[in-house]
């Protein structure tokens, strides 16, 4: 088992995505890999693949070193196959048949059921296929693997079953992993690598506690950076006094002082760095507030399947002003059809038996794929004519949420989905609702703005309804929790019951 080193690699796109990077990373080495969108972590995976030559220095790989990268995306040529079939397809023509039973002890890692082996890729969930690009990489018996967001599309219990497999069965193969999930890195990982335009920092940590070094380090910076900047502008102005007088005066000596001063505060200064700022955008929400005590009443409501199939029934539960519910729940068991039937209650008054809710509820929602977001519109065409902000301040109010003007007129379909996701939590604020219906807000969202997303909601205390797999951002925002299990729902004091039950 060998290692990969990086020798002062910089990446321009055309601008910095990370510069002067220096790492190794070596068997046992599971480093978690933290930056905003677009801001380099795929393309840092491309170089360390070998698919991609960074714009400078040296990436070395011990002499025969097999590295497996697992790319985002279902590759087209895959998705016509069967599952097991896509798998055994990875390993070399020679090896197929006498090598074949590795694609079933894969499978069996992974828990994939007997029916799925023959059923092709295009006809899979999301995380099935994600599932499958994994298993593609693993089969090959690879020196180091590279993971580029592996739980995209992934249930709780799958996530959950991948951090067992990463850390029990991958042993000691090097890996980097790109990930927004922190409680993910926070099991899988045993260093966390933030990458920056300037100064990428690693920390010997997963990623909670490197973190909060990060914070510590970077504010530290912020200090020096003022107090360096006070002793520049202090060095100028003595220089310039000195130069003053020494002009006046006719006295060299007092002329040559004022020299040094300026060359010390020339040399102060090239070494100031402005501090981090993340180049994603902002994420802001409002609460308009109600004078409505209970804000949505529920009584006697049967959940059912499209097929009408009975999935649960809510006997009696109220949504007080202020509740932030969580409903938990495995794949299947209704938590989407739940969070449908909410939002027909309230958008059309009356429509769903057993349901009131409170006139004054003014609804925001939004789901993982920011459905509701008009694909041919522009982000500036939809800000614009959906809320009317005058064009300018839809520009701002776009710019603010990270979208560079030349973007704002680009088709929102063609938009990346963490881009769409910024989109929509604009056009969520911009609603300026009092009730929040969220199914799972945080995919696609990196984690600054999941931490910003937490912040406002704890911030603006909004009444809400929320899916998410994010185990941080349910512990984060959550106050009450509904466990959908068995055909029925009941409320349970935290979630922790629910993520123990799918060990």
Same mark, same amino acid.
């Given at each position: 088992?060998?290692?990969?080193?990086?020798?002062?690699?910089?990446?321009?796109?055309?601008?910095?995505?990370?510069?002067?990077?220096?790492?190794?990373?070596?068997?046992?080495?599971?480093?978690?890999?933290?930056?905003?969108?677009?801001?380099?972590?795929?393309?840092?995976?491309?170089?360390?693949?070998?698919?991609?030559?960074?714009?400078?220095?040296?990436?070395?790989?011990?002499?025969?070193?097999?590295?497996?990268?697992?790319?985002?995306?279902?590759?087209?040529?895959?998705?016509?196959?069967?599952?097991?079939?896509?798998?055994?397809?990875?390993?070399?023509?020679?090896?197929?048949?006498?090598?074949?039973?590795?694609?079933?002890?894969?499978?069996?890692?992974?828990?994939?059921?007997?029916?799925?082996?023959?059923?092709?890729?295009?006809?899979?969930?999301?995380?099935?296929?994600?599932?499958?690009?994994?298993?593609?990489?693993?089969?090959?018996?690879?020196?180091?693997?590279?993971?580029?967001?592996?739980?995209?599309?992934?249930?709780?219990?799958?996530?959950?079953?991948?951090?067992?497999?990463?850390?029990?069965?991958?042993?000691?193969?090097?890996?980097?992993?790109?990930?927004?999930?922190?409680?993910?890195?926070?099991?899988?990982?045993?260093?966390?690598?933030?990458?920056?335009?300037?100064?990428?920092?690693?920390?010997?940590?997963?990623?909670?506690?490197?973190?909060?070094?990060?914070?510590?380090?970077?504010?530290?910076?912020?200090?020096?950076?003022?107090?360096?900047?006070?002793?520049?502008?202090?060095?100028?102005?003595?220089?310039?006094?000195?130069?003053?007088?020494?002009?006046?005066?006719?006295?060299?000596?007092?002329?040559?002082?004022?020299?040094?001063?300026?060359?010390?505060?020339?040399?102060?200064?090239? $070494?100031?760095?402005?501090?981090?700022?993340? =180049?994603?955008?902002?994420?802001? @929400? &409002? #609460?308009? !507030? *109600?004078? +409505?005590?209970?804000?949505?009443?529920?009584?006697?409501?049967?959940?059912?399947?499209?097929?009408?199939?009975?999935?649960?029934?809510?006997?009696?539960?109220?949504?007080?002003?202020?509740?932030?519910?969580?409903?938990?729940?495995?794949? $299947?068991?209704?938590?989407?059809?739940?969070? =449908?039937?909410?939002?027909?209650? @309230? &958008? #059309?008054? !009356? *429509?769903? +038996?057993?349901?009131?809710?409170?006139?004054?509820?003014?609804?925001?929602?939004?789901?993982?794929?920011?459905?509701?977001?008009?694909?041919?519109?522009?982000?500036?065409?939809?800000?614009?004519?959906?809320?009317?902000?005058?064009?300018?301040?839809?520009?701002?109010?776009?710019?603010?949420?990270?979208?560079?003007?030349?973007?704002?007129?680009?088709?929102?379909?063609?938009?990346?989905?963490?881009?769409?996701?910024?989109?929509?939590?604009?056009?969520?604020?911009?609603?300026?609702?009092?009730?929040?219906?969220?199914?799972?807000?945080?995919?696609?969202?990196?984690?600054?703005?999941?931490?910003?997303?937490?912040?406002?909601?704890?911030?603006?205390?909004?009444?809400?309804?929320?899916?998410?797999?994010?185990?941080?951002?349910?512990?984060?925002?959550?106050?009450?929790?509904?466990?959908?299990?068995?055909?029925?729902?009941?409320?349970?004091?935290?979630?922790?019951?629910?993520?123990?039950?799918?060990?």
């Amino acid at each position: 088992m060998g290692s990969i080193s990086l020798n002062r690699v910089s990446v321009l796109s055309p601008h910095p995505l990370f510069a002067n990077l220096n790492l190794t990373i070596g068997p046992g080495d599971r480093i978690g890999l933290v930056a905003g969108n677009g801001a380099g972590k795929s393309t840092l995976l491309r170089c360390l693949a070998g698919t991609l030559e960074p714009t400078e220095g040296a990436i070395v790989r011990s002499r025969g070193l097999v590295v497996a990268y697992v790319e985002q995306d279902m590759p087209p040529n895959l998705r016509g196959l069967p599952l097991a079939e896509a798998i055994r397809r990875a390993l070399p023509p020679v090896e197929r048949e006498a090598q074949s039973w590795r694609v079933d002890v894969m499978l069996d890692a992974f828990e994939a059921p007997m029916e799925l082996h023959e059923r092709p890729i295009s006809e899979l969930s999301g995380g099935w296929q994600r599932l499958a690009l994994i298993a593609r990489a693993w089969v090959t018996e690879p020196d180091a693997l590279l993971l580029d967001e592996p739980t995209n599309h992934l249930d709780l219990a799958k996530i959950q079953l991948l951090e067992r497999w990463i850390t029990r069965e991958a042993g000691d193969t090097p890996m980097v992993i790109a990930s927004h999930d922190r409680s993910f890195l926070d099991a899988c990982t045993t260093r966390t690598l933030f990458l920056r335009p300037a100064g990428s920092t690693l920390y010997s940590h997963p990623y909670t506690a490197a973190r909060d070094l990060l914070v510590a380090d970077d504010l530290a910076a912020e200090r020096k950076l003022a107090k360096d900047s006070r002793e520049v502008d202090r060095l100028r102005r003595n220089a310039a006094e000195l130069k003053n007088v020494g002009v006046n005066s006719g006295s060299d000596l007092l002329q040559k002082k004022a020299m040094y001063l300026n060359k010390r505060a020339d040399s102060l200064e090239q $070494g100031l760095r402005p501090a981090h700022v993340e =180049r994603s955008g902002d994420i802001r @929400l &409002t #609460n308009r !507030g *109600s004078h +409505a005590k209970v804000m949505l009443a529920l009584e006697n409501v049967k959940v059912v399947a499209p097929d009408r199939a009975a999935l649960f029934e809510v006997k009696k539960l109220d949504l007080f002003q202020g509740d932030r519910v969580v409903l938990l729940g495995r794949n $299947g068991v209704g938590k989407s059809v739940f969070v =449908r039937m909410l939002r027909e209650a @309230l &958008t #059309n008054q !009356g *429509s769903v +038996a057993g349901m009131r809710a409170s006139p004054s509820i003014v609804l925001g929602y939004a789901d993982q794929m920011m459905s509701h977001l008009p694909e041919r519109e522009t982000p500036h065409g939809f800000i614009a004519g959906t809320f009317r902000p005058g064009d300018q301040r839809a520009v701002s109010l776009l710019a603010g949420a990270g979208f560079a003007v030349d973007m704002q007129r680009r088709a929102i379909g063609t938009l990346s989905a963490g881009q769409r996701a910024r989109l929509g939590l604009l056009a969520l604020r911009l609603t300026e609702p009092n009730f929040y219906l969220l199914d799972e807000p945080t995919n696609h969202v990196d984690i600054s703005g999941q931490e910003r997303l937490e912040a406002e909601i704890l911030a603006h205390a909004p009444s809400c309804v929320v899916v998410s797999h994010d185990r941080s951002f349910v512990r984060a925002v959550g106050t009450r929790f509904l466990l959908i299990e068995r055909g029925r729902i009941e409320e349970i004091e935290a979630p922790e019951r629910f993520y123990r039950s799918l060990l």
